[in-house]
C-alpha cells in the first residue's frame, strides 16, 4: 500500500498568513492526489485533484501543486473560514490512502 | 445538483452487523463509482473500498477484507455498505462518496454514525 505522510500536524497561523501544508507518498502517484478541507461536524469537502486542479467554486487562494511523491496545498492568504482540518488522498491504485490530517489553527 | 443521502444512525452490539444505504441523485448513478470512507471519534479519514455501480463490482482495503460487502440497486440508484462481526474498533462515522474526476471523491454523503457498545 502507498502511505501518504503529511507535515506539520498542527500549524498555527494568523489571518492573512501565507500557510503551506507538504504531503509526501511512498512511491510515485504521478498527479493522482486530491486535498479536501473538513471542519468539525462536518463532511470533508474537494478542494483539489490532480494535485493542481481546484475544484468548482473552491477559492483562488487555495492553490495545490506536485507531482511524483510531493505535493504541496497553499492558502497563499488565510481567512477565518479556513481555520480547518485538511487531508491529501492518493488515487493512483487501489487502496486510496489518505494522510494523517494536518489541522490549521489560530 | 448531486446529492448523497446516506441512512441514520446506529447503535449495535459487537458480534453483530451493520448496513449503511446511500441514496444518491443529481447525477447518472452507474456513471461514476462510489467509494465508503470511515472516520474514528477524533480520527483522520480511512479508505474502505470501492463499488462500480454500473458493472456491480467491488473491491476493499485488505484490513476488511471478509467482513465488508459493498452493493447497489441500480432502481434506486442506491448503494449499500455492511460490515459484519462488528467490534468497538468499527465505531465510527461512516461516508459514501461519488468518484469523479478520474477517483477524487467528488461529492460526499453527510456520514452516518455506527456506535459499537455493549
Known amino acids: 500500500d502507498i502511505q501518504m505522510t503529511q507535515s506539520p500536524s498542527i500549524l498555527s497561523a494568523s489571518v492573512g498568513d501565507r500557510v503551506t501544508i507538504a504531503c509526501r507518498a511512498s512511491?510515485?502517484?504521478?498527479?493522482?492526489l486530491a486535498w479536501y478541507q473538513q471542519k468539525p461536524g462536518e463532511a470533508p469537502k474537494l478542494l483539489v485533484y490532480r494535485a493542481s486542479s481546484l475544484d468548482v467554486d473552491v477559492p483562488s487562494r487555495f492553490s495545490g501543486s506536485g507531482s511524483g511523491t510531493d505535493f504541496t496545498l497553499t492558502i497563499s492568504s488565510v481567512q477565518p473560514d479556513d481555520f480547518a482540518t485538511y487531508y491529501c488522498?492518493?488515487?493512483?491504485?487501489?487502496?486510496?490512502?489518505f494522510g494523517q490530517g494536518t489541522k490549521v489553527e489560530i | 445538483q448531486v446529492q448523497l443521502v446516506q441512512s441514520g444512525a446506529e447503535v449495535k452490539k459487537p458480534g453483530t452487523s451493520v448496513k449503511v444505504s446511500c441514496k444518491t441523485s443529481?447525477?447518472?448513478?452507474?456513471?461514476?463509482?462510489i467509494h465508503w470512507i470511515r472516520q474514528a471519534p477524533g480520527q483522520g479519514l480511512e479508505w474502505m473500498g470501492w463499488?462500480?455501480?454500473?458493472?456491480?463490482?467491488?473491491g476493499n482495503a485488505q484490513k476488511f477484507q471478509g467482513r465488508v460487502s459493498m452493493t447497489r440497486d441500480t432502481s434506486i440508484a442506491t448503494s449499500y455498505l455492511e460490515l459484519i462481526n462488528v467490534t468497538s474498533d468499527d465505531t465510527a462515522m461512516y461516508f459514501c462518496?461519488?468518484?469523479?474526476?478520474?477517483?477524487?471523491?467528488?461529492?460526499w454523503g453527510q456520514g452516518t454514525l455506527v456506535t459499537v457498545s455493549s
Open positions: 512511491q510515485s502517484i504521478s498527479t493522482w
Open positions: 462518496t461519488r468518484s469523479g474526476l478520474g477517483g477524487a471523491s467528488a461529492s
Open positions: 488522498q492518493h488515487y493512483d491504485r487501489y487502496p486510496y490512502t
Open positions: 443529481g447525477y447518472i448513478f452507474t456513471r461514476d463509482d
Open positions: 463499488i462500480s455501480p454500473n458493472r456491480g463490482v467491488s
